[in-house]
């Protein structure tokens, strides 16, 4: 069975359909819709937010933290920052995996708009540790450590210059709402994975821990905002303008700017767990209005790209060779429930992240992922 209206079918995890055929997903979808409307009335909200936050940066240095990864979202929300009259920081985390498009993009912007850029590196081989810990593990999170990790960078970077608002570049009309089951992270999850697979304690690699995360949140009050939530934001035209005006560069593909976060759902998700990213963001844009059913699935029968070079380089990365690497991809696949992690404790905390939701604390679809039984 699939979805009248978009790409889902019975196999993604907690689907169920209406009378109409039409999944949840869609439906959540259209209630994201109602919460955060765009064209004028979503402009209109979007004007309200940045009225806060030049308040709120009166006689300091930054506005706001934007957080960059050289990507198309990322990049037009500095462009869209300053539009406004925000004077942005932007925050990097590099992960040591940057395609050199990323880091190119991240530079013609800041320089061209005169941000100043505030930058985390980690440790390249406490990275490979972690990675190859979680490829032991065999489970599909190899890469929520950067996410984790920049979610993280984004606050110490607030917290140090005392700003009070982070801006994030999702936006669920074009990257879609992943199901519960294909993606997990939080801090435990990743310190118990690497102890267990022989590392000891991750130094360079900032973490969102219970303890930091409610700091950062209940003292010194640093929100998190999506502007591309409140605009019709069309991804071609934006891509179109971030090349004339900032000579920026497209690499091929939603989460192609990173070496490891195109390995991950270029080839590791795919072959080991079936999952393709492909089918969340093409049903966001049948959903959102910007792809017929049809070019979605014209476009999804298109082979994947992949640079098999990018084995090799994991496998040097790892100092491992290709036959151990080919018996991780053969592990029976697990998932988060088979590890320690936070999980009950947001589920029993699901009260207090709603209030924190209302505060503009936490995003809508961490308290819709994390904070309940699924
Ligand atoms: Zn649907």
Redesign the pocket.
């Known amino acids: 069975m699939e979805?009248k209206?978009?790409l889902?079918n019975i196999n993604i995890p907690a689907i169920n359909f209406d009378n109409e055929g039409?999944?949840n997903?869609?439906r959540q979808h259209n209630e994201l819709d109602n919460i955060y409307p765009f064209h004028e009335e979503g402009r209109t909200k979007l004007l309200q937010i940045v009225a806060e936050i030049k308040a709120d940066g009166k006689n300091k240095k930054y506005d706001v933290v934007v957080g960059v990864s050289g990507g198309c979202d990322s990049s037009y929300l500095l462009h869209l920052a300053v539009e406004l009259g925000l004077r942005p920081l932007a925050v990097h985390y590099d992960n040591t995996w940057n395609g050199t498009k990323a880091v190119e993009n991240i530079k013609a912007i800041t320089d061209k708009l005169n941000i100043d850029l505030y930058t985390h590196v980690a440790d390249n081989k406490e990275v490979c540790d972690i990675l190859h810990a979680f490829l032991k593990a065999s489970v599909p999170d190899i890469d929520c450590h950067t996410d984790i990790a920049l979610a993280a960078t984004h606050y110490i970077a607030a917290e140090k210059y005392n700003i009070k608002y982070i801006w994030e570049g999702h936006s669920f009309r074009t990257e879609g709402i992943s199901p519960p089951g294909w993606f997990y992270m939080d801090a435990k999850y990743i310190k118990k994975i690497f102890q267990k697979f022989g590392g000891k304690k991750i130094k360079t690699v900032p973490l969102l821990t219970l303890t930091k995360w409610f700091k950062w949140m209940l003292v010194d009050k640093i929100k998190k905002i999506r502007p591309l939530y409140y605009l019709d934001y069309n991804k071609e035209e934006v891509k179109e303008l971030l090349k004339n005006k900032y000579q920026w560069q497209w690499y091929g593909g939603h989460h192609m700017e990173n070496r490891l976060s195109y390995f991950c759902n270029n080839y590791y998700l795919p072959l080991k767990f079936k999952i393709d990213l492909r089918v969340c963001e093409f049903?966001a844009f049948v959903r959102s209005g910007y792809w017929s059913k049809q070019e979605a699935i014209s476009e999804l029968v298109k082979p994947k790209p992949f640079d098999e070079s990018i084995l090799t380089e994991l496998c040097n990365r790892l100092n491992i060779s290709l036959d151990t690497f080919l018996s991780y991809m053969a592990l029976p696949p697990k998932t988060y429930k088979n590890y320690p992690n936070y999980k009950r404790t947001f589920i029993l905390l699901r009260p207090l992240f709603w209030i924190l939701l209302k505060g503009k604390y936490i995003t809508k679809s961490f308290y819709d992922k994390f904070t309940k039984n699924n």
């Open positions: 979805c209206n978009c889902y039409i999944c997903y869609c049903s």
